[in-house]
């Protein structure tokens, strides 16, 4: 019997950025000879994003790569959970449509999660002995405190809450009913598991090389206050 990884990248506005990233994804090899499903949601981008995806599909016939497209901008939150809908792998992750983070940090990532049986891993850019600090001390402070937060509140012991990649078996996601539509994405879902009994949030070390908003960073201060309030909501309200 065959097993699937499904890849979901939410995009928007990014440009060549998203055929970067897909050329990178096609040489990464997984363990275990798990298959590659990617799901890309253009979320509603005004760029030519969507040419950048399906120019690669197109060229790429061998690979199964998925393209769904928001006909308007709905949010992170909204095109990971459009994706969930076309995804068919046993287990699933997120990747941003940027350089942010190393593609092969999920084949690591996977081997954790397969060998130690694991329902969920999360990639964490602080476990890294060389990890670099983000452009904007904002951001590295604000990822630190959230961290704090959620084993404060969830009794977990994680060091990167925000992070991008996080994976998961896809029953579990699935299972899920999530309500996100922009980034708090990532405290609804770290809440939403962590409650579940018995479950413990494992990570790995990733690569992390930062980007600034110049560069196209679209999270700002003010989503990490959301996901303050995310984190202390779902804490607390059934």
């Known amino acids: 019997m065959s097993h699937k990884i499904s890849i979901i990248i939410p995009s928007y506005n ?27 949601v253009d979320d509603g981008s005004t ?11 197109g060229s790429n016939p061998d690979q199964n790569i998925h393209f769904v497209r928001h006909k308007v901008n709905s949010g992170k ?3 990971i959970r459009t994706a969930l809908k076309h995804l068919t792998g046993d287990v699933v992750v997120i990747q941003d449509s940027d350089d ?18 694991l329902p969920v891993v999360y990639g964490s850019r602080f476990l890294k002995k060389d990890h670099t600090k983000s452009h904007y001390r904002s951001f590295y402070y604000g990822a630190r405190l959230l ?16 992070t991008c990649y996080k994976m998961f078996r896809s029953s579990l996601l699935c299972s899920l009913r999530l309500e996100c539509r922009g980034f ?26 930062p980007r600034t ?24 309200v059934k």
């Open 77 to 79: 939150g909204m095109a």
């Open 14 to 40: 990014e440009g060549s950025g998203i055929e970067s990233i897909l050329v990178k994804l096609g040489t990464v090899e997984m363990p275990y000879n798990y298959e590659k499903e990617i799901v890309v």
């Open 184 to 209: 708090e994405f990532c405290p609804e879902v770290t809440a939403k598991v962590a409650r579940m009994k018995g479950v413990k949030i494992s990570e790995v070390p990733i690569s992390y090389f």
């Open 47 to 57: 760029d030519d994003t969507a040419d950048y995806a399906k120019n690669y599909i």
């Open 147 to 162: 961290s704090w937060l959620t084993n404060v509140l969830y009794a977990q012991h994680i060091t990167d809450e925000p």
């Open 213 to 236: 908003i110049d560069q196209g960073k679209k999270i700002r201060a003010k989503d990490g206050l959301k996901a303050i309030w995310y984190l202390l909501k779902y804490r607390f």
């Open 100 to 117: 942010e983070l190393d593609p092969n940090d999920i084949a690591v990532m996977l081997k954790k999660m397969i060998d130690e049986n």
